[in-house]
């Protein structure tokens, strides 16, 4: 027999505020508690999780030669930038690569 789904009233709700807590939950173990239970900390921004995370693993497609989009990131003549992608769509100049050589060049940038 198949189980018949919960009704509405037992159903969980999920807003995109409670998934990020109890996401970061799982990365901020260590963070204070108050009485109620909840962290105390303060969350990094959407912002700065992406940007970290994006150039972790740009990083690692970079540092291994045999990966197949390890051509993508291709430096100037200069050697301190990365070349830009071009893309005709902004579908394209949102996704991983041309963001992440972005961020790299942005964190390469001193100033």
């Known amino acids: 027999m198949q189980q018949q789904p919960p009704p509405d009233s037992t159903r969980l709700c999920v807003t995109p505020q409670s998934l990020l807590w109890s996401l970061s939950a799982s990365w901020a173990p260590s963070s204070p508690r108050t009485s109620s ?8 921004s959407l912002h700065d999780l992406y940007a970290s995370r994006t150039l972790r693993r740009a990083g690692k497609i970079v540092a ?3 990966h197949p989009e390890h051509k993508v990131f291709v430096p100037l003549p200069s050697g301190r ?4 992608i071009r893309t005709k769509t902004s579908l394209h100049l949102n996704s991983f690569f041309p963001s992440a050589t972005g961020l790299i060049n942005k964190a390469r940038d001193p100033h």
């Open 37 to 44: 239970g909840r962290r105390t900390s303060a969350l990094l």
């Open 81 to 84: 930038r990365l070349r830009s």
């Open 64 to 66: 291994d030669p045999s």
